[in-house]
């Protein structure tokens, strides 16, 4: 797997979205907020007109058995002819905040919000799983300290038959993926799981090209006790995961909330935050935009991606 590949999705070229200002973020999301009242005055209206008849028109019992569905019409009118102006203002939002603080962050940068890091991609590991409903967006690829990396948004579902054979899907991960160039030189397959994270596969013994993943135990016990760590070669992992590196890796794991997924694949290092929320989200249409507030908190996401090359020195030049 050469590092490039993710940020590819199918043949779609990502480009910048354009510079946006904050007058197109404010009138956007007051041309939302409007949307929204007028169609809850319209749903109210519509809702009001229907009870009426149902009280004293003629016919007021199929009415009546209608309402549900009557209810339901309404809803689903209601929240598709405020989807125009959502798209606008969540466009407004992040060409404005989200794309100028990565540009002031990252180099050699590509960002897309309704792009992401594909299925195939992860699924390519042979340590993520990647569900039966895939999602991903945000997508942002670049550099920051000469170390490239990718991340995006994802979110992945399993579908579940009951008894009575009604479908339902379960969240497994919901959080961010990023992909970075790792700094050693190695050519097997490595993952660390913090206990809880839940949706990875080597602990159901799976094998990538014939070699088997054997559960690995680490010379730290405190590291043992916050990660699950499963490798193709037991001796290459101590090679990989030297002391400082572990520190810095539980480091990590106290810092960020949410649950971490490590791996180490043909010199990448992927990582998984499972912390059930999405970065780089607009306020409510129904709260003023602080911008310098928007901009501390957009930075602090943003930040996620800096952290972790900080934290373990991915910029080292160290090949073996």
Do not use: W
Not at 3 to 15: E, T, V, W
Not at 87 to 116: I, P
Not at 281 to 302: G, L, M, N, Q, R
Request: a neutral charge; charged letters at 25%.
């Amino acid at each position: 797997m050469t590092f490039g590949i993710a940020p590819k999705i199918g043949a779609i070229s990502l480009c910048y979205n354009r510079l946006m200002k904050i007058d197109d973020v404010k009138n956007a999301q007051r041309e939302y907020k409007d949307a929204i009242l007028r169609n809850i005055g319209i749903a109210i209206g519509v809702f009001l007109i229907i009870l009426l008849s149902c009280l004293v028109g003629s016919g007021s019992e199929v009415i009546l058995f209608f309402f549900p569905f009557f209810a339901m019409v309404i809803l689903i009118i209601f929240v598709a002819s405020a989807q125009k102006q959502s798209k606008a203002y969540h466009k407004a939002y992040k060409g404005y905040f989200v794309q100028r603080s990565l540009a002031n962050v990252f180099t050699d940068l590509v960002y897309e919000r309704e792009e992401g890091i594909s299925s195939e991609f992860l699924r390519s590991t042979g340590m993520i799983n990647t569900g039966d409903r895939y999602s991903s967006n945000d997508y942002v690829h670049g550099k920051y300290k000469d170390v490239g990396f990718t991340q995006s948004d994802v979110q992945i579902e399993v579908e579940h038959t009951d008894s009575d054979g009604k479908t339902t899907y379960y969240t497994i991960f919901r959080g961010r993926f990023m992909d970075f160039e790792f700094p050693k030189n190695f050519s097997f397959r490595l993952e660390v799981a913090e206990k809880g994270f839940g949706a990875n596969l080597i602990p159901y013994g799976k094998t990538k090209k014939g070699r088997k993943f054997e559960k690995v135990n680490l010379e730290s016990s405190e590291f043992n006790e916050t990660f699950r760590t499963y490798a193709e070669d037991g001796f290459e992992a101590f090679y990989i995961l030297d002391p400082a590196l572990m520190n810095n890796m539980l480091e990590l794991s106290e810092k960020h909330k949410g649950k971490l997924l490590f791996c180490f694949c043909d010199n990448h290092l992927i990582v998984g935050l499972k912390d059930g929320r999405d970065a780089f989200e607009p306020p409510s249409a129904f709260k003023t935009i602080d911008e310098a507030a928007e901009t501390k908190k957009v930075t602090s996401e943003i930040n996620l991606v800096t952290d972790f090359v900080d934290q373990l020195k991915l910029n080292r030049k160290i090949f073996k």
